[in-house]
C-alpha cells in the first residue's frame, strides 16, 4: 500500500504561548540519564566468587594463625574455691561475713606467656545487659561534682535508708552497687607477679565519664550490701575496676578486664593463686573463672572469624568453580536466543 | 454499513416546530407535598417570604476540608491507618517507664512522616479550592431590579433571580427558562458535561413568559414556582408556575441544568430554581471514590502479617520474661540479686510475674516496632509524587496541538499503570476524533481518492518495519502529522475531480448529481460568516457536516437554507462557471434507525421533480431500479473494501418523479401523517417505501470517523502485550463496528457474535401490552444468543478461532442482570474483542465494574466525556482524555492524557517501571526493617527479653530516615529494568506487571525470608567473634555499646550493598545515595561520638576510640556483608542464568548489544509475541494467511463471503502458544 503524502500539513506551532505547558526537555526529566547498566552475567558471577575467595581464605587464614597464637589460660574457681562443708550451701557461705573466702590454687601455665598478660574474670549467666540493670546509674551524677542528688534512675540504690539519713548515694545505681569484689593474688616461683591495674578502662571513660573531682559518697553503707565497696579519698576518675564494671557486657557471659601482668610466663611455670572468692554468684548459678590471656591484633583467641572467613571463602570457590563448569558444559553463546523464550507460560494469554 | 447518524427528533423541527403542550398531569398533584415542597418566588429573591425559606446559595465547594476541618480531619486521616496509629500509641507510650527508648528519639521520625502526609493533602485540597475559586467566581447578568442586568458572580446568585444567559455561557445554576431570543422561546442546550451526548438539546419555555424578551419586561415581572425538592435525577422535573393567577405545569423542557451550555441561541432569560448543592449537576456528583492500588492493597496485608508477627515475636518474649522474673525470688530468697527484685517497680516484680509480662509486652511492641517500616507509607508518597513529576514532564506525552502534558491528578495509581490486564474505552473522543473526513467516494463505478486510511497507514508502516526498517518509524510518526487536512471534515484529494476536472470525466453528469445530492439531501443549516463570506455548517452529526463540507470543496456550495428552499452555488459544467441555483424543498423524508436512510423531495430550477436519497448499503441496493443498476458490481467492490479499512459508507441514489406521481404521493403523504391512529407510523412508513423506489444508483461515499492519531499503533501495541481492549460507545452498532474495523480490534476472519435486541421478533414484543411479559421474553432472548454463543466460544477453542463479541446496550441490560452476567462475562473474556454498542454511561459503569470484581484484574478506563464518569471512577484506573470536549472526565479521571496514542507510553513504559519500582521498593523496605528488627529480637534472647535495645537510641530512630531511606527513593523514582525504548520495543514485558510477578507472595516472603537470614547472620557472626575475649590488642572486651555499634554498622553495610546488588541500574544518583548512606552513617557516628556525653550517651567516642584502631572490627564488617549477601548473591546468579524473568532477557539482549540489529530483534520479537489477536499485527498475520490460502488454489471459493475464514486451518502462529511451551 503506497503511501501519498499529503500536501496540506498541519501549521507548525508558532508562538511560545502555544506550548506554555510543553515540559522543558533535560536528560534527568525524560529519565534518559547515563547509567551504569551491569547485570550478573555467569562472567562476572564466576570472578566475583573467585575474588571473594581469593580474598577471604587468605585473610581467613592469618586470622585463624593469629588466634591460634594467642595464649588462654582458664581457671574457674566458683566450685573450687568452696570449703567442702558448704558445697551443698553456698550461698549461705558467701552471705557469711565471718567466714574467711581466701582461697589458694595452683594453676600451671604449659605455654609461654608474653607480656602483656591480660587477666580477666569472666561470669556467666549475668545479666548486666538485664534493661532494669543497664538503666539503674546515673552519668550525670558519675560526671559532675555537685550532682549528687541526680539519682532518679537509680533505685533502688538512690538513698541511704532513712534511718542512715536518706542521703544520695554516690555512684548510685544498682551497676555501682553489684560491682564486682573478688580479687586475685598471683605468684609464681614465690615471686608476686604485679597485676597493674591501671589504664585498663577506657580513656574516654576515665576522661569524660567519670569526674576527677567526683569522689563515693554512702556507698554501700546500709541496708542490702551488694559488691564492692569503693575507697572514698580516691575519685571515680581513678577507680579503674568500677569503670570497667559499669561498662555493662553485651552479653550474660562475659569477661572484664582486671588487670596486666607485665611480665612474659614462661612455659611450664607453676602459678599460685590467691583468690578473695567474695562475689556472690552462688544465688544465680553463674560461674566465675579468671583468666590469663594474651592478644594479637585480632584480640583474645577465638577462632570464629577465621573459620568464618574460610568457610565464605570456600564456599565461594566451590560455588565459582561450579558456575565454570555449568558454563563450560552449557556455554550460552552471545546472542542466544534459546533461553530467551518468553512462551514459556502458556496460561498468560487467557 | 450504513452512516451513522444520531436519531433526529429535534431536528425535524428545525422548519415547523409545535410544541405539544404539557397537560397537568397526575404527577403535578404532587406538588406542596412531601419531596415536593419548594416554592420559588421569582424576580423576587429579597422579599420577606422568599427569605423566610432560606435555600442555599450558588457557593460550590469540592474541597476536601476547610481551614477550620484541616488540621482535626487530615489527622484523622492519617491514624485511620493501621500502622500510624500504632506509631502514635508508640510515641505516647515512649514517654512512660515501659519504653525501651527516650521518647524524643521515637516521636520525631513519626512528626516527620505525619507532617508530609499532611503537607502534601494540603497542596491537593489547595489545587481544588482554586478551581471552585475560579468557577464561583463567574460572572453572569442578574435582574437587579427595574429592569436592569447586571453582572454578577456565580456564587452570589439567589434562588429566584432572573438571569440573562447568552451564547455559548454556562448556566450559573439550574434554572426554568422564561424566553428566548426566539420568538417561540426556545433555545439549544448542550449537555455535553453532563451526559457527554454532543448533540444539542431542544428547549422551550412556557407560552405565558415567551414574551419576555428585553431586559426591561421584567421589571415588574412576578410569579412563584412550586416544584420537587433537589435531587439527582438529571431527566425529571415536576413542577408549576404560577402566572397571573393561573398554574402552568413545568416540566424538564423548561429545564436548564448547571453545566449545560447554551448554544445556537443568542440569549435566553431563565430564573434561578436550584443553586449550588442543590442543583441536579451536585446532587449527582458522588464523591470521587478513593483508589488505592493493588499493591498497595497487598502492602496492607504483608503489614498486616507484619504486625501479626510483632505480636507473636512480642508475646513469646513477655512470656520467657515473666517466666524469667517470676524465678527471682524463689522461697523468699533473691536469685538476681544484682537486679535487687525484692524492691523493685511493677514492671519488674517477680512477685506479679504476670502484670509485668502484660507491661513487658507493651514494651516490646515498641521495641520490635522497627519490623513496621513507620518511613514505608511516607516514602511510598515521595516517590509517588516524582513519579507523578515524571509522568508530567514527559515530553514524549505532550500533545502539541493543544498544548497539554500529561496529568497524573492521583498520583496513588501510578504502579496499577503496570498490571491493567483490560482497558475499556470509550469511542467517541477517545479512540476518534469526533470528527468525520470526507475520504473516498466511488461514482459511477470508479474509485476516487487517494488519500490512505488509518488502516492503510498502520499497515503499510507495519510492513516497514517488519522489513527491518527500524529507522522510518520516526518519518512515519512524522507523515501522521502530515496526512491532516487543513479543511476540517475534508480529507480527500484526487485531481480527477477536484478543481472542477470532474467535469472531464467520463461519467460527468452522473459526477454532477452525486454532488448535487451531496449538498442537497441533509438536514445542515449553513451559516455564512459575513466578512469573508465562508460557508459553515451547523449539522446535527459530523459525517452529515462532511458532507456539505465535500460538496463545497468540489463545487456545490450549500449557502441557504429556508423552510422551503434550499440554494446552492454551482458549478455549471457548460459554461464552467459558479451559477446560482434553488432547489425547492418539498419533503424531508426523515431518517430513522429502522429505515437507514433519509431522503428529500426537491423541484429544481427547471421544474423537474428529484427524490435524492442516501443510505446503508443494507437497504439501498434492493431499492435500485433494473436500468439504474449500471455500476452496482463496481459500487459493491468498493464498498466493501471501505468497510474493511473501517470507513463509513453511503449510498447515493436518485430518481425523477412525475408530477402525477408526486401528488399522489404528496397527498397521502400528508394525510397520513394527520391520521390518528396507533398505527399511523406503519402507514407513513409504507407510504415513504413506495416512493423510494426504483431509484438510480450513483455512487457511494466514504467517510473516515477520524482515528485520533496513532491509535492502530497504540493498540497494537497494546495487544501485544497482552493487554484486552473493550470498546464501550453510545453510538450504534453500525458505527462501532466500523471503530472496531479500523482499529483492527475487528476484521475479516473474526467471527463475530452479535448480541442483538434489535431484531424483528424483539420488535413486535415492544409492542406487546404486557410489559413485564415482553421483557421476559427479551431476556431469555438475550441469554439464548449468549448461550450460542458461549457454546460457540468452546468450540473455537479447538481451532483458535478469534471472535469477537459485539453487543448493543438493550441486550446489555439483561447481560448484566445478576443471574446472567456471569454467562455475559465468560462469553466477553473468551472473545478477543468486545464492543458494547449503544451503551448508557450506567451500564458503562456497569460493564467496568462486572469486570473488575468478577475477574479480579486490573482495569483501566479510558474516555473523554461525561457519560464516561461512571466508567472513569469505578475502573481501577480512570484515564481522561483532555481534548477539546468538556473537562469533566478529566476532572474524575485519575490521569488525564491528551491522546489516546499516548496510553502506550504511559502504559508499557511509566506503568511498568511504576510498578517495578513500587514492588521491588517494597520488598526492600520489609527486607531492611527485617533485617535490622530482628538483630533486635535475637539480642532480646541473650538479654532475658528484658527489653534492652542493643542499639543507642539514635541509631534506631534514624535507621529508616538517614541511613536506609535515600536509596530506597532513589529505587523507587530512578529505576530502570529497561530503558523506554526497550519497553516499547518489547511489549511483553508488560505481563510482568499483569501477572505481578515481581509482587507475588513468592517473592515477599523471599524478601522477608532474605532479610531474617540477614539479621540471623549479622546477629550471631557478629557475637561469635566478638564475645567474651578481647577484640582487640589492647585486651579490651567487647561492651554493650561496642557490640551495638558494630551490629548496626554491618547492618547499614549489608542493606545498603543489598539495594546495590538487586538494582541494575546506577546513575550517579544511586552512586550517591547508596555510597553516600553508608558514608553518611560513618560520619554521624564519629559526629554523635564527638558531642558531649550527656547527649552521646553510649555512643561517645566509641568509634573513634574503639571500632576504628582495631583490625577486627573492619574485618568482621566484611565478613559479615560478604557472608549475608552470598545467598542472594548465589540465588541471582542461578536465576540469571537459567531462569531469566522477562525483563532480564531484554537486559541480555541489550548487553549482547543486540538491540540494533534488527534481524535479531525480530527473532527475539518473533518469540515473544503470542499469538496477538487483535491489533494490526494480527490482521497482517491474517491477510498474509488469507492470501496464502488463496494462492493454495481455492479459486472457488467466493470472495466475498464474510465468514470465509471461519472454518479455515489456523496457522503455527496462533497455536504458538501451546506448541512451543517448555519447561522451565
Known sequence: MSEEPSSTSVSVADGQSKSAKKPKYSRFSQQELDAWQPILTPSWAISIFTVIGLIFIPVGLTSLFASDSVM??????????????????????????????????????????????????????????????????????????????????????????????????????????????????????????????????????????????????NFQVGGLIGGARLNESIPLSEQEDLIVWMRTAALPTFKKLYGKIETDIEDNEEIMLVIENNYNTYEFGARKSLVLSTTTWVGGRNHFLGMAYMLVGGISLVLAVGFLLMYVMHPRPLGDPSYLSWNKNPGILR | MAGGRRRRHHFGRIHAFTCG???????????????FSRKVYCNDPESATASLLNYGDNYVRTTKYTLATFIPKSLFEQFRRVANFYFLVCAILSFFPVSPYSGVSNVVPLLVVVAATMVKEFIEDFRRKKQDIEMNNRKVKVHRGGGDFAYSKWRDLKVGDVVRVEKDEFFPADLILLASNYDDAICYVETMNLDGETNLKLKQALEGTSKLQEDSYFENFRSVISCEDPNANLYTFVGSMELEDQQYPLSPQQLLLRDSKLRNTDFVYGVVIFTGHDTKVMQNATDPPSKRSKIEKRMDKIIYCLFFLLIVISFIGSILFGITTNDDIENGRMKRWYLRPDDTEIYYDPNEPVAAAILHFLTALMLYSYLIPISLYVSIEIVKVLQSIFINQDEKMYYEETDKPARARTSNLNEELGQVDTILSDKTGTLTCNSMEFIKCSIAGVAYGRVAT??????????????????????????????????????????????????????????????????????????????????????????????????RELGFEFYERTHTNISLRELDPITGLKTQRSYKLLNILEFSSARKRMSVIVRDEEGKLLLLSKGADSVMFERIAKNGREFEEMTKQHISEYADSGLRTLILAYRELSEEEYHRFNKEFTEAKNLVSADQEQIVENIIQNIEKDLILLGATAVEDKLQDGVPECIDKLAQAGIKLWVLTGDKMETAINIGYACSLLRQGMKQIIISSDTPENKSLEKMEDKSAAEAAMKSSVIRQLREAKALLSSSHENYEALALIIDGKSLTYALEDDVKDLFLELAIGCASVICCRSSPKQKALVTRLVKTRTGSTTLAIGDGANDVGMLQEADIGIGISGVEGMQAVMSSDIAIAQFRFLERLLLVHGHWCYRRISSMICYF????????????????????????????????????????????????????????????????????????????????????????????????????????AFRKSGEVVGLEVLGATMYTCAVWVVNCQMALSISYFTYVQHLFIWGSITFWYIFLLAYGAIDPSFSTTAYKVFIEALAPSPSFWIITLLILIASLLPYFVYSSIQMRFFPMYHQMIQWIRMDGQTSDPEYCNVVRQRSIRSTTVGFTARLEASKRFNASKRVGSSTRSETASNHFETSRRLEASKRPEGTTEDR
Open chain 2, 926 to 1029: 520489609f527486607y531492611k526493617n527485617l533485617a535490622f528488627g530482628f538483630t533486635l529480637f535475637f539480642f532480646e534472647m541473650y538479654a532475658s527479653f528484658s527489653g534492652q535495645a542493643a542499639y543507642n537510641d539514635w541509631f534506631m530512630s534514624l535507621y529508616n530516615v538517614f541511613f536506609t531511606s535515600l536509596p530506597v527513593i532513589a529505587l523507587g523514582v530512578f529505576d530502570q529494568d529497561v530503558s523506554s525504548k526497550l519497553c516499547l520495543k518489547f511489549p511483553l514485558l508488560y505481563q510482568e506487571g499483569i501477572q505481578n510477578i515481581l509482587f507475588s507472595w513468592r517473592r515477599i516472603i523471599g524478601w522477608a525470608l532474605n532479610g531474617v537470614v540477614t539479621s540471623a547472620i549479622i546477629f550471631f557472626f557478629c557475637i561469635r567473634a566478638m564475645e567474651h575475649q
Open chain 2, 21 to 35: 403542550k404539557a397537560s397537568l398531569k397526575e404527577e403535578h398533584s404532587l406538588i406542596g407535598g412531601p419531596g
Open chain 2, 454 to 551: 488509518e488502516v492503510e497507514r498502520a499497515l503499510s508502516r507495519r510492513h516497514e518495519s517488519d522489513s527491518g526498517q527500524e529507522l522510518k518509524e520516526n518519518k512515519n510518526i512524522a507523515k501522521v502529522g502530515e496526512s491532516k487536512s487543513s479543511i476540517k471534515g475534508f480529507n480527500f484529494k484526487d485531481e480527477r475531480i477536484m478543481n472542477g476536472n470532474w467535469m472531464k470525466e467520463p461519467n460527468a453528469n452522473v459526477i454532477q448529481n452525486f454532488l448535487r445530492l451531496l449538498a442537497v439531501c441533509h438536514t445542515a443549516i449553513p451559516e455564512v460568516d459575513e466578512g469573508t463570506g465562508k460557508v459553515s455548517y451547523e449539522a446535527e452529526s459530523p459525517d452529515e457536516a462532511a458532507f456539505v463540507i465535500a460538496a
Open chain 1, 72 to 217: 588462654e589460660v582458664p581457671f574457674r574457681y566458683d566450685d573450687e574455691c568452696l570449703p567442702p562443708n558448704s558445697k551443698n550451701d553456698p550461698v549461705a557461705y558467701i552471705k557469711d561475713d565471718t567466714q574467711n573466702k581466701t582461697c589458694n590454687k595452683k594453676l600451671t601455665v604449659k605455654t609461654k606467656m608474653t607480656a602483656p598478660v591480660y587477666v580477666y574474670y569472666q561470669l556467666d549467666n549475668f545479666y548486666q545487659n538485664h534493661r532494669r540493670y543497664v538503666k539503674s546509674r546515673d552519668d550525670r551524677q558519675l560526671r559532675r561534682k555537685g550532682s549528687d542528688n541526680d539519682v532518679s534512675t537509680c533505685s533502688p540504690e538512690d538513698y541511704t535508708p532513712k534511718e542512715l539519713g536518706h542521703n544520695p548515694i554516690v555512684p548510685c545505681g544498682l551497676i555501682a552497687w553489684s560491682m564486682f569484689n573478688d580479687t586475685y593474688k598471683l605468684s609464681s616461683k614465690n615471686k608476686e607477679l604485679a597485676i597493674n591495674k591501671k589504664n585498663i578502662a577506657w580513656k574516654s571513660d576515665r576522661d569524660a565519664k567519670f569526674g576527677s573531682d567526683v569522689y563515693p559518697k
